[in-house]
């Protein structure tokens, strides 16, 4: 189910915040390799990488983004699996609860100064 679908159903409007619900569908595409209807039943791409967070990251991430071995690899399993929370923080269902890109763009450079560390 899409974003307006989900808002337009709830309140019969679709506010500003549903680009911030798309954003972060993107980006639960692109670090899982997955898509949003290959799931059946109730199970949809957020729940799929909500249940993984934190501790099974390496589930749910596309293999081909993790580069590092031994050590480092917890790491980058760390970094990835703070992108996917600021995503599932922007894919709440109700509008209001949905991070706003500003704080999105924030958090992101912080995960990027992590990502350099590495």
């Known amino acids: ?3 307006l679908t989900v808002e337009y159903g709830l309140d019969g409007l679709v ?10 569908v993107l980006f639960l595409e692109m ?6 209807n290959e799931f059946e039943g109730d199970l949809s791409l957020k729940q799929w990488v909500s249940y993984s967070l934190p501790g099974a990251v ?3 991430v596309d293999s081909n983004l993790v580069t590092q071995t031994g050590s480092r690899l917890q ?3 760390d970094v990835v699996g703070s992108i996917m929370k600021v995503a599932i923080d922007c894919c709440a269902e109700s509008p209001a609860r949905r991070t706003n890109m500003k704080d999105v763009v924030g958090m ?11």
């Open 75 to 77: 790491m980058e399993l």
């Open 1 to 3: 189910m899409n974003c």
């Open 15 to 24: 506010s500003t915040k549903c680009d911030v619900y798309s954003y972060a």
């Open 31 to 36: 670090f899982t390799r997955r898509k949003p």
């Open 108 to 118: 992101l450079q912080k995960i990027n100064i992590q990502l350099l560390a590495c």
């Open 58 to 60: 390496m589930d749910v």
